[in-house]
């Protein structure tokens, strides 16, 4: 499955921004879905994960409350909803599918999108 991430840009502290990804390529109901993040300097992170039929959501501490992911089935996408964004939000943000389980392990991933630069100013 190919991954093509899009949405992200420059907004400034708490505002919100809605990323999305469009998978081609496979059978998309059938992958579960990542967000991870990856800021200068630093490793890759986890964001957030939902399950192939969305019935499952899994989101790191640090955007609980503030993030949500979702997926449509029907038009391939998953989209990551970004509310109350804050400085150390800022990274690039990358969409990954995985066919057999759902967690926050970069390694369990086996497709990657490129990547959508968030960036968040004070």
């Known amino acids: 499955v190919q991954l093509q991430a899009s949405g992200g840009g420059l907004v400034q502290t708490g505002g919100s921004l809605r990323l999305s990804c469009a998978a081609s390529?496979?059978?998309?109901?059938?992958?579960?879905m990542g967000w991870f993040r990856q800021a200068p300097g630093k490793e890759r992170e986890f964001v957030a994960a939902?399950?192939?039929?969305?019935?499952?959501?899994y989101y790191a501490d640090s955007v609980k409350g503030r993030f949500t992911i979702s997926r449509d089935n029907a038009k391939n996408t998953v989209n990551l909803q970004m509310n109350s964004l804050k400085p150390e939000d800022t990274a690039v943000y990358y969409c990954?599918?995985?066919?057999?389980?759902?967690?926050?392990?970069?390694?369990?991933?086996?497709?990657w999108g490129q990547g959508t630069l968030v960036t968040v100013s004070s």
């Open positions: 990954a599918a995985d066919r057999f389980r759902l967690g926050p392990y970069r390694n369990q991933y086996n497709y």
């Open positions: 939902i399950s192939m039929s969305g019935g499952s959501t």
């Open positions: 390529g496979g059978t998309f109901s059938t992958y579960n």
